[in-house]
């Protein structure tokens, strides 16, 4: 695990660095970059339902989320917040409660897998390619990034405000 800032992260960017020095490099070197963050480790979570059976759950916490101090337990509110409007339809309504932020869609039986193995003649042509195409700038991506960020951030606070005891929220991949 190499979460920016994380003792995981440091400890492969110095692992890095000596690899390079021992290949000689002569400006092998960790600089500082970006703002600085809270470190944060994932130790150990579990999610489980308990009723009306027991199933656990595949699910992962989000970096950086706060932690628990013991476990925590309460009714399942399925809701949909996508934006800022959405919050009127549920304020008042969240405390003590877990919130499933989207419906679980079902995945098709039928939809096509999410990755292919490339024949021999596709990568036949893509060996043939001697100048692949430009990259997407990074530029392009840092809007839509940054509002995501934000989005998040008034999401975290209004359930706080709201008394959420947690969030869940399907994978967007299938």
């Known amino acids: 695990p190499r979460l920016a800032g994380s003792p995981g992260f440091l ?8 690899r390079l020095r021992g290949w000689k490099v002569p400006v092998a070197r960790l600089e500082p970059w970006g703002r600085r963050t809270p470190s944060w480790v994932l130790e150990r979570y579990s ?20 932690p628990t101090l013991s476990p925590v337990e309460g009714p399942i509110m399925v809701v949909r917040l ?19 932020n989207g419906a679980i869609e079902p995945v098709e039986r039928d939809s096509p897998p ?12 893509l060996e043939r390619l001697t100048r692949p195409g430009e990259p997407a ?21 209004f359930l706080a405000r709201e008394g959420a005891l947690a969030l869940i929220e ?3 991949t299938s």
Do not use: K
């Open 82 to 100: 996508r934006g800022d409007s959405d919050f009127a339809q549920v304020q008042g309504l969240l405390r003590g409660r877990i919130v499933l």
């Open 170 to 172: 399907p994978s967007r």
């Open 137 to 157: 700038s990074w530029a392009d991506d840092v809007e839509p990034w940054r509002a995501g960020i934000a989005w998040r951030r008034r999401l975290s606070a």
């Open 47 to 66: 999610v489980e339902m308990t009723a009306p059976w027991y199933q656990r759950l595949t699910a992962f916490p989000r970096a950086w989320s706060r």
């Open 114 to 125: 999410p990755f292919h193995r490339l024949t021999a003649t596709e990568l036949d042509s």
């Open 11 to 18: 400890q492969a960017a110095r692992w890095a660095v000596e």
